[in-house]
C-alpha cells in the first residue's frame, strides 16, 4: 500500500490517501507541541515511539472489545488505518485533577477524583479546543443525536477502565487521556487518531515522575527517554 495525495496535517501526524478509498495511511510525526501549538518542538524517534505505543494500545482494546480504525503497522512511522469521518469532539478522560481541570475549577494538583470524569472538548484550534456540554455539542451539530453522545461516554469509560488496570499492573499512574472517534462508512463508531503520551499523562506510580509530553510543556527534559520507558513497560510481559 503506497502513500497517495495528503489529506490532512495536524500536529503529530499526516495522513494519507491510497488506493482504497476506504483505507488511509497515517504518518506519526516527530513535531511536539505544547498549549495550542504556541510552543513547538521536536525530537528524533518520537513518531516512531508514539507509533509502537498507540498500535500496541489499540490491540489491547481491540481484544477488550473496542473497534478501531487501526489495520496494521506499516513500518515505524506508519499505519494503515480505516478511512471514517472524525467527530470533532476530544473525549478526555480523568482519574486524577491536573492540567486544565486544576486550573478552571481550583481542585487541588494530584487530587484522585471519587469517579473518571469524562469531558468533551471542541476540536478547533481556532477556539482553543473549548470545553462543550452535551447541548453544545448538539447545537454546534456535532453528532446526529444524543445517543451518540451516550455512546462516546460509554466508550471513554470503558477504554479508561481497560487501560487503567493495564497500567496499574506496570506501575504506571494513568492520569488521564484525550481520545478521538471516527464514524466509518457502515455508520460504526470506531477509536481513531492515537493513544500515546503526546495524548496521555502516565506517572510513574512510585516515583510520581511524569512520562509523557508534560516533559516537553513544562520544560522537563527529553521525552524521547520517557516514552521509551513507557514502551518497555507495555512490552513487559505479566
Ligand atoms: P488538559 O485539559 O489537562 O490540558 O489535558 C487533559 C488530557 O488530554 C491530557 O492527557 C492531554 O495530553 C490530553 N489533551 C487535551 N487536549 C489535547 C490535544 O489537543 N492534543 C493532544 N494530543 N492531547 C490533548
Not at 51 to 58: D, G, R, Y
Not at 93 to 105: E, F, M, Q, Y
Not at 172 to 198: M, T
Amino acid at each position: 500500500m503506497e502513500k497517495k495525495e495528503l489529506l490532512y496535517e495536524g500536529k503529530a501526524k499526516k495522513l494519507y490517501k491510497t488506493e482504497d478509498n476506504n483505507l488511509l495511511i497515517a504518518e506519526f510525526k516527530d513535531d511536539l507541541t505544547a498549549f495550542n501549538a504556541l510552543k513547538k518542538g521536536s525530537e528524533d524517534g518520537k513518531g516512531a515511539l508514539n507509533n509502537k505505543i498507540s498500535t500496541q494500545l489499540f490491540k489491547i482494546l481491540e481484544k477488550n472489545g473496542i473497534k478501531t480504525h487501526l489495520v496494521k503497522t506499516l513500518d515505524e512511522t506508519h499505519q494503515l488505518v480505516k478511512f471514517c469521518k472524525i467527530i470533532p469532539i476530544e473525549v478526555i478522560v480523568r482519574n486524577i485533577a491536573t492540567g486544565s481541570l486544576t486550573k478552571r475549577l481550583g481542585i487541588t494538583d494530584g487530587t484522585t477524583l471519587p469517579f473518571p470524569l469524562v469531558e468533551f472538548c471542541y476540536k478547533n484550534d481556532d477556539l482553543g479546543d473549548p470545553l462543550l456540554n452535551d447541548e453544545h455539542c448538539l447545537i454546534l451539530n456535532l453528532v446526529q443525536d444524543e445517543g451518540v453522545l451516550v455512546t462516546l461516554k460509554e466508550l471513554a469509560r470503558k477504554i479508561n477502565s481497560i487501560l487503567k488496570d493495564f497500567f496499574a499492573k506496570r506501575d504506571l499512574i494513568l492520569v488521564d487521556f484525550k481520545v478521538e472517534f471516527g464514524i466509518d462508512s457502515s455508520g460504526e463508531i470506531l477509536l481513531a487518531d492515537e493513544i500515546s503520551p503526546d495524548s496521555c499523562r502516565f506517572w510513574d506510580a512510585k516515583t510520581k515522575e511524569k512520562l509523557d509530553k508534560d516533559r516537553f510543556r513544562e520544560g522537563l527534559g527529553s521525552v524521547k527517554v520517557a516514552y521509551e520507558e513507557v514502551l518497555n513497560r507495555i512490552l513487559k510481559t505479566q
